[in-house]
């Protein structure tokens, strides 16, 4: 693991982890939903990793504690329905998700998602940006364009 994080900005009820990209190279044979899954039972078998409902598993290529960055990874790396495990266990009483029945009882859904990128040559897509989107034709031209609407003032 590289990082553990839990945004203020979702109120600390996500945590995220990230873990070195070259972790398939540490952990031959392991594939992503057996090694999220062990992330999830290790911080489901303590208190400190009960704290949080939600748990993303990204590669260390994103900062998890700059919410533009970990905003942008999740909204292009999130699959909507699929890689992500859940089950129940204890929960906080202060989540204002859960049930008043869950609250009540200490006990609730909690989810993983797996959000780890393809390995290399498995299916992996460019980045959703500028420079990974658009072809070189015309990134040239929004960038003239660009550049010419600076130069006018615009």
């Not at 495990?85 to 202060?94: A, D, L, R, T, V």
């Not at 609730?108 to 990128?117: F, I, P, T």
């Amino acid at each position: 693991m590289t990082t553990a994080w839990l945004p203020l900005g979702a109120a600390c009820f996500w945590t995220v982890i990230t873990v070195p990209q070259n972790w398939r190279d540490v952990m031959p044979g392991m594939d992503t939903a057996r090694f999220v899954h062990r992330v999830g039972e290790v911080l489901n078998g303590t208190r400190a990793g009960r704290l949080s409902p939600v748990v993303y598993v990204l590669d260390d290529d994103v900062d998890p504690s700059n919410d533009s960055d970990l905003l942008w990874a999740l909204a292009t790396r999130v699959h909507p329905s699929l890689r992500q495990e859940q089950w129940h266990g204890p929960i906080m009483p202060w989540y204002p998700c859960f049930l008043e029945e869950e609250l009540h009882n200490g006990w609730g859904a909690v989810v993983v998602h797996d959000v780890l990128l393809p390995a290399v040559g498995s299916g992996r897509v460019p980045p959703a940006t500028f420079d990974g989107v658009f072809p070189d034709d015309v990134r040239a031209k929004v960038l003239a364009a660009e550049s010419e609407s600076a130069r006018s003032g615009e």
